[in-house]
């Protein structure tokens, strides 16, 4: 969609896709799902200790947990996420897209929202990187799907100059890239 600066629509492009039903899966549960996404936005490893099992269910479908000072309240719904069309599609998962949003001292923080796969079956990535002498070694591997899988790398042509600290927070988002589902 093309939106003028009105916010009306001027253009509208759409494509589909024929699908057809494969199989059966059990999908997984809220609470399941909702402890993956957890762990995807990091919020697992605060000090709250947030967990699904502490989520109360609202009267929007949300869920919230409620400490002295903070506040977490996670949503989520089923899409069909599906890449773009010229991809080789052989099975479309369905999957849960979350939003969170955080209560810290009364400040009201969005997280970015996550897609967390909705059925053990889809593919899950697993990245491990490190960071030696000015290289950094990358390894993914893929769980579920379909094979074969197909792998892309995008290396950015700048130089790095190495600083120690600049290594550091390297590693440090490398790993926080690493740890999600």
């Known amino acids: 969609m093309v939106f003028d600066g009105e916010g009306v629509v001027t253009q509208l492009v759409y494509a589909s896709r024929k699908l057809r039903k494969s199989r059966d899966l059990e999908v997984l549960s ?82 970015r929202r996550v897609l967390i796969p909705a059925v053990e079956a889809a593919p899950s990535v697993n990245l491990t990187a490190s960071f030696s002498r000015g290289e950094v070694q990358a390894e993914a591997t893929v769980r579920g799907g379909l094979a074969p899988y197909h792998y892309e790398w995008f290396s950015s042509t700048a130089e790095l100059p190495f600083k120690p600290t600049l290594a550091s927070a390297i590693m440090q988002t490398l790993e926080w890239i690493a740890a999600k589902p």
């Open 30 to 111: 809220l609470q399941a799902a909702d402890n993956l996404a957890l762990s995807a936005l990091g919020l697992d490893k605060l000090d709250e200790g947030f967990s699904s099992q502490a989520l109360n269910l609202q009267s929007d479908g949300s869920r919230c947990l409620n400490t002295q000072q903070n506040s977490l309240c996670l949503s989520s719904e089923v899409v069909y996420y599906a890449p773009e069309l010229e991809k080789d599609v052989k099975e479309i998962f369905p999957h849960y897209l979350y939003s969170a949003t955080l209560t810290i001292d009364g400040e009201a923080l969005s997280a």
